[in-house]
Every structure is written in C-alpha cells, then in structure tokens.
C-alpha cells in the first residue's frame, strides 16, 4: 500500500517537473470575432448621394446600411447653399424664364470645356426635374424664386425655404428613416470586400477603432463625397496648388472613397479639375457668402474701386481673375434691390449681424461705401456711374455681362472683401449612365457602384453653379436603384 500511493507521488512529481521543465502547452491563437452585419445594399457616406441612393433603393425592396463616418449626416450638402438646377417648367414659365433641357446640357458641357461626358450630363439634366419632384413629393418645399447664381450661367436653381442644404437633407434622411434604412453614424469605411472579382461588402471602423465587416448581397455604393479636404490627395493631381488654401467643405471631404475605388481597379476621371469660388473670406475656413448669392443684380469691386470680369462668368473664369486683382480681394456691390426683404441670406445669415460683425457694409451713399470698404471713392464712383449708364443706355457691358440690374436704389451694400477659396473636386471614379463604377480596362467592376462628387467625368473642367446638387441627386437615386436591382 504504502510502495503504491509512493509510486503514485513519484509519478505525480515526475509530471510536474517536467511541466515545469517543458512550460505550459502555448495559448490557442483565436481569431478576434469581427461583428459581421448584411444587407442587400451597403452604402458609403450619408450626404445627398448617399442618402438618396439610400431611398431609392429602400423603395425597390431593399434592405439598407448606409454608413457614415462623422457623427451626423449631410456631409458637404447640407452646407452647400441648397440651389439645385433643373430645367423645370411649370416653375420657371410663370416667371417668364425660357429654359430647355438642350440648353442646360449645352451650358454644361461648354462650361467644362467640352470634357464632360455627354451621355452622363443628358442623364443628369433629364433627371433633374424628377428627381426634383421625387425629393418633393417626401415633403420638400420649394422657394417660388427662381435663382440665377454665381457660376450658373442660366436662371434656373431652385432651393428649399429651408437655409442651405438643410431641407434636402432634412426630407432624404426621414424618408430612409422611415423605409427602415440602418444608418450607423461614427462608422467609417476603410476598404472594400471583394470575392472572385465582386465587390461584395466593406470592412469599415466604429467609433472605438473597431473593426466591423458589412456584407452586401446585392451591391455597394459608394457615396463619399470630394477631397478638397485632404492636401496630400490635392497635391498628387493638382502639384502647383497652394496647399495652404482654405476650403469651403466639411472636414470629412477627404477622398477616401475614391482611394478605396482605386484599390479595386477603378478608374478616376478629371482629378486636377478643382473648382475655387470668389466668396472666402481672408484666412478663415468655409463660405463668406454675404448678402446675396444671385449674380445679375451685383457687381465685383477689386481694392483699386473697379470691376474687372462679367459677374455671371464661369466660376473657373471669375477665380482666374480675381487672383490677377491687388491682394485678391473683391467686394460684391448691391443695392436696396438685391438686399433679402427678410435681411436673411441663403445660409440663414441675418445681414443685420453681418453689419455688427464687419462683413458687410451698408450706407445710403456710393461715396459713404467706398470710404467704408477703403477704395478709392472717385474710381469707384465712376465705375458704378458707368455702369449703370451703359444700362440705362442699352450699351453693352465692358466686360459682356447680361441681364444687368442697376445699382442705383439706395441703401447700398457690399460683402467682403473676399478672397479664393477651394469648393468643389469635378474628379473622382468613372462610372456609367447606371452608376456602375468603371476599372482600367473600361468594364463594370462587379457589385460597385458610385454617386455624387466621389465621381468624376461629368462636369469637365468646371462644374457650373447649382449642378452639384442636380449631380448628386440624380446619380444618387440612379444609384440606389441600380445597386438594389443589382444590375
Ligand atoms: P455628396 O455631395 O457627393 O453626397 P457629401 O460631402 O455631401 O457628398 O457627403 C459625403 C459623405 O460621405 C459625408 O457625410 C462624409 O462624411 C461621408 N464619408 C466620407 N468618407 C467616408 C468613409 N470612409 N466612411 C463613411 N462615410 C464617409
């Protein structure tokens, strides 16, 4: 008995020892779980395009995830200033305004040098008006007005009484609210699920750095807006462009959708095409848009108290200008005529405030303005002296302007000064007239689809005013309906 439970021991130490002299067995590796999520259509960036490739997929039956990087939806949308061009007749013939579809995708296409691609700016002029009366139909309300804004060329943006991009965002996200969509905000996209050659999912990150993986059935779209934000994206294409200048967007325009496109196959289009607006305002971020937006009823005074370009121009044409004028810097000069009835402008800015903060001026005479705006007083005098002249004369305008309005109607006003500031990447991935997303040998790459400023190809070399939105929504619901047909 006891030789046994001695034996036993012997044994028992043995086993120990050489546990001890061996180690522990090593941990079995296991996978961390990646919480997995699926829907018949996964989307990229809830902005205009997003959220109205959201709907418009809901509305075919699909199931929706449209995810979102920042903590909020709209994107550079819903602080654009909300003007969607569409040749829509029943709105602009009781005004007396004469459009066609003909002549919008003329503009547009002269507009951007003749690069545009044809087929797309048909597709995205002849959606406009239905895509118009779509967004109104889940509530949008128009302004009666009819706008002819900087960079339009043409009389025929239409905006929601709400300020800026508020309302079309406001009436999208409700509606794929209401149509079940799952929209996972501080979600941020990082790089695209592909299986024998199909885009089928999208590995994305959650608010703590997470890894989360959302599997698409039918397809993904890709929805994530421009990179005027990101500077080293903006100097791989456009070398010589200042780095240091401000833009008008929202942080999160920082093109990497169109990375993540590139690391499938895609193609991209037009990336040196960044588009610069006149309205920033000297050193800060964002718009310095002052009493008005509307370009007929205004004019643009340089720091030596002159004009010196057509105020309707094309906004590629304006900024090729401006930077040639003393420091940059403009003023735009109106009238009691172009003041707002309510003093608010389309960003919901009261005038009054302005005035209080220094952005705008206001006086009752063109002498008083140009001391206050520091021009000199007889240069700018004559300026507006000649130009309202040549108007009430019929004479053409010095540099070709039409439709202009005197500035005659006292008080006057003027906004500024302000300086160049980047707004709009006319580049991006290539797609179809379905929205497929087109790779380096020309073909649909399987399962990926793309809308709103992460394409490019549509508006050439500049983009006119009021198209962005026309571009977005368009294309957006295209989107949402190609990717839940899966086409
Ligand atoms: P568009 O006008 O083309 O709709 P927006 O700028 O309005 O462009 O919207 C694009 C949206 O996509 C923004 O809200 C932006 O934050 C979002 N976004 C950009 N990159 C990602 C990403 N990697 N993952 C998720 N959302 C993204």
């Known amino acids: 008995m006891t030789s046994r439970i001695t034996r036993l021991s012997m044994a028992l130490v043995l086993l120990l020892s050489m546990a001890l002299v061996v180690g522990c067995p090593p941990p079995v590796e296991v996978e961390p779980v990646v ?12 902005g205009g395009a997003g959220l109205a490739a959201a709907v418009s997929a809901a509305e075919r039956g699909a199931t929706v995830i449209l995810l979102e990087k920042m903590p909020a939806v709209g994107g550079n949308t819903i602080i654009a200033g909300g003007f969607m061009a569409a040749v829509f007749p029943e709105r602009q013939e009781p005004l007396g305004i004469e459009d066609s579809i003909e002549l919008h995708i003329e ?32 509530g949008l309300e128009l302004d009666p007005y009819i706008h002819f804004i900087i960079g339009s060329m043409w ?20 509606a794929a609210l209401e149509k079940g969509v799952n929209l996972r905000l501080n979600t941020k996209a990082e790089s695209l699920i592909v299986e024998d050659g199909r885009v089928v999912g999208v590995m994305a990150k959650g608010r703590g750095g997470e890894e989360i993986r959302f599997m698409a059935h039918k397809g993904v779209v ?22 240091l200048i401000f833009t008008t967007n929202h942080p999160g325009a920082t093109g990497e959708g169109i990375l993540m496109a590139l690391d499938v196959g895609a193609q991209v289009i037009g990336m040196e095409w960044i588009q610069g607006l006149p309205v920033g305002r000297p050193g800060v971020k964002g ?17 030596e108290g002159r004009r010196f370009i057509d105020e309707n121009e094309r ?22 005529k172009s003041m707002p009835p309510d003093r608010v402008n389309v960003f919901g800015g009261r005038i009054d405030k302005m005035i209080a903060d220094g952005l705008v001026f206001e006086v009752d005479t063109l002498e008083e303005l140009a001391k206050l705006i520091g021009v000199p ?30 500035i005659v109607t006292p008080p006057f006003h003027a906004a500024g000064p302000t300086v160049p500031i980047l707004h709009h990447t006319m580049g991006g991935v290539k797609i179809d007239v379905y929205t497929r997303v087109i790779d380096v040998h020309g073909r649909p790459i399987p399962g990926l689809y793309a809308a709103g400023e992460v394409t490019g190809g549509i508006h050439g070399t500049n983009r006119l005013g009021s198209n962005a939105l026309t571009d977005i929504f368009v294309f957006g619901r295209i989107a949402g309906e190609s990717a839940a047909g899966g086409r």
């Open 377 to 406: 007083v007889d240069a700018f005098v004559a300026q507006m002296e000649r130009y309202n002249a040549d108007i009430a004369a019929g004479i053409d305008d010095e540099f070709g302007k039409i439709g202009r309005k005197p």
């Open 107 to 138: 503009q547009v296409l002269e507009g951007g040098d003749w690069l545009g691609c044809p087929v797309l700016v048909r597709t995205m002029v002849e959606g406009a008006e239905p895509a118009l009366r779509w967004m109104m139909d889940m």
């Open 155 to 174: 009389r025929r943006a239409h905006r929601p009484v709400e300020p800026a991009g508020v309302g079309f965002i406001r009436v999208l996200k409700n």
């Open 35 to 46: 919480p997995t999520y699926e829907a018949d259509v996964v989307i990229i960036g809830a």
């Open 315 to 336: 906004r590629d044409r304006i900024m090729s200008a401006l930077v040639k004028q003393p420091e940059r810097k403009m003023f735009m000069v109106g009238d009691a």
């Open 287 to 303: 718009f310095a848009w002052g009493v008005t937006v509307e370009t007929p009823p205004i004019v643009n005074i340089n720091l």
């Open 222 to 243: 890709l929805a994530s807006g421009g990179f005027a934000e990101d500077i080293p994206l903006r100097m791989m294409f456009v070398p010589g462009l200042c780095p």
